[in-house]
């Protein structure tokens, strides 16, 4: 059995679909069909059910994936233990990160991580919490960092740090004074169209959550899943956001807006470390984890 058919075969597993396995391992699309096939000759299974929206594992594929996720692991701690020798760490680490992080992390993280594991490779991807779980769940990614994170049966966390919420409004133009820079209250903040993202996202379950432990509920002007977007409807005064002081600091203009407490205790949410529980973690991974915590310590 060879290793790079698993890891083929694996990938196109992850992914669902040969076009994306081919385009992630950089290699034509018939070549990936290819191995896969011979893989599925020799072992007299079928791994694989082809239809129109993808491929999916069949009962002998999902067997095997666990085999090949388990045997490929091992490998690669192995290549790991070897680097030690020689005092390198390689391998290849995915991380994906909330968009409001993702533009104040990626460069003091990337940079951090080719200076400490210069013979290792790292991917960033940013994007939803309820999307980097389940990219993380499907093997896509080896570590996330999750807004409220909740432990379980495929997904590992750890806590991180504590983000404030904080109300988004935009700047009044010209010479007029800014709103109140005072906490608003649940109250006030209930009656306020807001323009947020949908549920499940995770800033949204909180806002709703806290609003319900005071029997209030919130005012949604428009549902948009998309930081940016958010933000450019803020301004041109489609509603108000709520939103962390990095997503606003790392926007294209945020001097546009203005930001206020929300009530006074000020609303927080809990971001998390998460990794695969499907999985065990390289030494790459485990030092991609302490590299996160002290970017995002310094950073943040």
């Known amino acids: 059995m060879d290793l790079k058919q698993l890891e083929y075969f694996v990938r196109v597993a992850e992914l669902s679909s040969f076009t994306r396995a081919a385009l992630a391992l950089d290699i034509a699309q018939p070549a990936l069909s290819r191995q896969v096939r011979l893989l599925e000759v020799e072992l007299r299974q079928n791994l694989l059910i082809r239809n129109g929206r993808g491929a999916v594992p069949t009962e002998a594929g999902q067997l095997l994936l666990a085999h090949a996720r388990g045997t490929l692991h091992q490998v690669a701690r192995a290549r790991e233990e070897l680097g030690r020798v020689r005092d390198a760490l390689d391998g290849r680490v995915a991380i994906g990160l909330p968009p409001s992080l993702a533009r104040a992390l990626t460069v003091p993280l990337t940079r951090a991580f080719r200076a400490q594991m210069p013979h290792a490779t790292i991917s960033i991807s940013e994007g939803l919490s309820v999307a980097l779980q389940e990219d993380l769940v499907n093997g896509r990614l080896d570590i996330a960092v999750l807004y409220n994170a909740q ?150």
């Open 151 to 300: 432990p379980t049966g495929d997904v590992e966390i750890s806590p991180l740090m504590e983000e404030e919420l904080l109300l988004v409004q935009a700047r009044p133009p010209g010479p007029h004074e800014d709103p109140p820079s005072q906490p608003i209250t649940l109250q006030s903040l209930a009656t306020l169209p807001l323009v947020i993202p949908s549920r499940p996202n995770a800033i949204r379950m909180r806002v709703e959550s806290e609003l319900a432990a005071a029997a209030l509920r919130p005012t949604i002007a428009l549902e948009i899943d998309g930081v940016s977007a958010i933000l450019d409807l803020v301004a041109d005064g489609a509603g108000h956001a709520i939103l962390s002081r990095n997503a606003v600091a790392s926007s294209l203009r945020p001097s546009v807006f203005t930001l206020r407490q929300i009530g006074d205790a000020a609303l927080r949410i809990a971001l998390s470390l998460a990794t695969s529980a499907r999985r065990p973690s390289t030494l790459t991974q485990q030092t991609t984890l302490q590299l996160l915590r002290e970017v995002t310590a310094r950073y943040l």
